[in-house]
């Protein structure tokens, strides 16, 4: 791999292999996009008009919303060679600590953009942690997010007492609580992500050292990419994406709480897995990601509107994740 490649300053050349993998990309996204509508389909014969209706769809894209922020971060991460298992954790921290009386009451004084900013902070500082520790302490991805998991879940909850805490500043509730052409604001907020995460992941430098270090960490290094920075930022991006749910998630309920994100990163790494992001790094998509989000939220939501159990939604997840690994390893062994 050329230094001008990784660093912007030439346009990288169009090989062979690249044209296959850029060919099998379109054809999974196809894939996708027909596995969302056959479930569209399923959710019509099995629960009719309760699907189709416009509040249900407005509320499967509100659901998609928090989580999908989430996955667009976990895709930078992951394309970049990494893994973090503390997003959950991270969101419910970050919404705790927002709703804190303390940070509601500076809200009163200088605006609502104190919890949203809070928020944010809090998540970037945990990302922030996460990437120092695994770039510069060489702790592996896995057990150092591991220990964030717990630490960022005991904190919120030692912050809140265990008690959901309510959020009662009515300039949050009345700006991310607005519903736009009877649209919640989230929804624009996760439109905005996914374009803005295409955009970085794809047609900017940082995009380009993120596949560079994922595809091939020394040699990204011999190219003269500071790896470790890189890294850093990759986690801090992911950590400033979980912020952001954070806020997502107390707008639509209103509350903050040490329960919040539970799960979240098996949400959110199955989302980017399913969208075909490699989890071994170098390859990524961001409209994959959104994709496998849809498929997820709109297979809870069917299942839901039968009244089948959260169990079977779990049963169901798992082997959904498990084709999607095998479908990965066949799709990633002919682009080579």
Not at 35 to 61: E, H, P, Q
Not at 90 to 105: D, E, F
Not at 299 to 318: E, H, P, R, Y
């Amino acid at each position: 791999m050329s230094t001008s490649s990784v660093t912007g300053s030439a346009q990288p050349t169009t090989a062979g292999p690249e044209k296959r993998a850029r060919s099998l990309g379109v054809a999974r996204n196809l894939g996708l996009v027909v596995a969302l509508a056959l479930l569209c389909v399923v959710g019509l014969v099995t629960a009719g008009d309760r699907f189709a209706s416009t509040d249900n769809v407005i509320t499967v894209l509100s659901l998609a919303s928090a989580i999908g922020v989430v996955a667009i971060g976990m895709t930078f991460v992951i394309t970049g060679g990494g893994i973090d298992l503390s997003v959950g954790a991270i969101v419910a921290l970050a919404s705790v600590w927002a709703s804190t009386t303390g940070t509601q009451a500076m809200a009163e004084d200088v605006g609502w953009i104190v919890i949203v900013t809070t928020a944010i902070g809090v998540g970037i500082a945990c990302g922030v942690i996460n990437g120092v520790l695994i770039a510069y302490g060489k702790i592996v991805p896995f057990i150092a997010t591991l220990a964030m998991l717990a630490s960022a879940r005991g904190l919120a909850e030692i912050i809140a007492d265990r008690k959901t805490q309510i959020i009662r500043d009515q300039g949050f509730r009345d700006a991310l609580g607005a519903r736009p052409f009877g649209i919640p604001v989230i929804v624009f907020l996760f439109a905005i992500v996914v374009v803005a995460g295409w955009f970085l992941l794809n047609r900017t430098t940082f995009g380009r050292r993120t596949f560079a270090v994922g595809g091939n960490t020394e040699a990204a290094r011999l190219a003269g990419i500071k790896v470790q920075r890189h890294t850093v930022y990759l986690y801090a991006l992911l950590g400033a994406t979980c912020g952001l749910a954070a806020v997502m998630l107390m707008s639509r309920t209103q509350t903050g709480s040490s329960t919040h994100g539970l799960m979240w990163e098996l949400d959110a790494i199955a989302a980017v897995v399913i969208g075909g992001t490699l989890l071994s790094g170098g390859r990524g998509t961001v409209v994959g990601t959104l994709l496998g989000v849809l498929i997820f939220t709109t297979l809870t939501n069917v299942f839901t509107l039968n009244n089948l159990s959260t169990s079977v939604q779990a049963v169901a997840k798992g082997v959904i994740i498990v084709v999607a690994v095998l479908l990965q390893q066949r799709l990633a062994n002919r682009s080579t």
